[in-house]
């Protein structure tokens, strides 16, 4: 190794190749980007899209596991649609949100709970194939922390949008995940070109068989996924992509209060969890 590329450091806010010595980001003018506070293993760690995406399946994964555990009925109950399906008393415990959850109870936390349960094998294995599939792309165009902010408040907006609608009880990270695709929707007729249509045709795709998946399918919430897929355009909008602006602190800021809020929406239910059934 020369003594040029021990000095190469990727930028940790825009990913690219340069000098550790600089004094600024020729990218996108992050200052200091070489100091051990911007640049060591824990900040490349939790800056990182792949392991945040990882991250996020483990929480859906953990949370379903622990409704499977504190429901009353049996796991292998069902066919193929309701196997490991946790019961909604458990459900409804952690975070369950709807007209039910936040008229009754006034779980306005339920909003961002309900993205991370889900009622059966089926439902959490398609939303995390879905997320993984498409999360990558939005950080990628977007920015690692700005895909955090998406997805949370996308999430938000959807479930938003079914309580008004008066949907009584609902779980699933569907609604984040058309967040995301509501973002790369905006981004692909926003940007234009030959790359920005092929993404805006190839996430329209996605849209298309979400609507017709929810009128053929019952039980899915499609408030849920309209106001997912409205509330990722509009974040997308007011956030903007990497190619007319790159991620700043503020970007950084809000991601780590969507995290918080999350964070704290979770424990809450683990909470009401516990004094229910324990």
Known sequence: MTSAERRSILCPNCRRL???????????????????????PFTRSIGSADRLVRLIITVNVVMFVVSLLVSRRAPGMGGLFTALSPDWRSLLALGATGVIPIDRYGRFWSLLSANYLHGGLLHILFNMMALRQIAPLVAQEYGTWRM?????????????????????????????????????LYYGKSRGGVYGQAVFREVGGWVVGLFLFGLVVPGINNWGHGGGVVGGIVVGFVLGYRERRQESLLDK?????????????????????WFTFV
Do not use: H, M, Q
Not at 20 to 29: I, K, M, N, T, V
Not at 163 to 179: D, E, K, N, P, R
Not at 253 to 273: E, M, P, Q, R
């Open 18 to 40: 340069i000098s550790r010595d600089e004094p600024s980001c020729p990218w996108c003018g992050t200052s200091r980007p070489g100091s051990w506070l911007k640049n060591n």
């Open 148 to 184: 955090v902010s998406i997805y949370t408040l996308a999430g938000v907006c959807g479930y938003l949008l079914s309580y008004v609608a008066g949907v009584g009880y609902t779980i699933g990270a569907s609604a984040a995940v058309c967040g995301l695709i509501g973002s790369l």
């Open 253 to 273: 800021f809000l991601a780590a209060v969507c995290i918080l809020a999350t964070v704290a929406s979770l424990a809450l239910g683990l909470v009401s969890a």
